[in-house]
Nanobody, 127 residues
Framework: QVQLVESGGGLVQSGGSLRLSCVASGRTFSRSSMGWFRQVPGKEREFVAE???????????DYADSVKGRFTISRNNAKNTVYLQMNSLTPEDTAVYYCAARAGSQRTTRPDDYGYWGQGTQVTVSS
């Protein structure tokens, strides 16, 4: 089984930054594609960023238009950890952020394509 644990959320002022971390269990983390999604109460879970597995040492990244240029997804395979660096935050970024994992390298923005999810971490951006 795969377990994902997010951390790093909190309260930040508009224009500030946060870095989210997601620690994954298992032995095949380097071969997993990882994604970040976010969800606001009453709305569907939406894609934020993805780092998809291509090979053991090669990955591709993808971002939602709403966060492109502000957020950066990265991973440290030695630590079984994926990160989401969030800069220039706005109140519209307020949401619960979820880390997710999947097998394969095909690009996707669909939550249903991800088989493993963390419990989420709250990010609140004040005006």
């Amino acid at each position: 089984q795969v377990q994902l644990v997010e951390s790093g959320g909190g309260l930040v002022q508009s224009g500030g930054s946060l870095r989210l971390s997601c620690v994954a269990s298992g032995r095949t983390f380097s071969r997993s594609s990882m994604g970040w999604f976010r969800q606001v109460p009453g709305k569907e879970r939406e894609f934020v960023a993805e780092i998809s597995w291509i090979a053991d040492i090669r990955y591709l990244t993808d971002y939602a238009d709403s966060v492109k240029g502000r957020f950066t997804i990265s991973r440290n395979n030695a630590k079984n950890t994926v990160y989401l660096q969030m800069n220039s935050l706005t109140p519209e970024d307020t949401a619960v952020y979820y880390c997710a994992a999947r097998a394969g390298s095909q690009r996707t923005t669909r939550p249903d394509d991800y088989g493993y999810w963390g419990q989420g971490t709250q990010v609140t951006v004040s005006s």
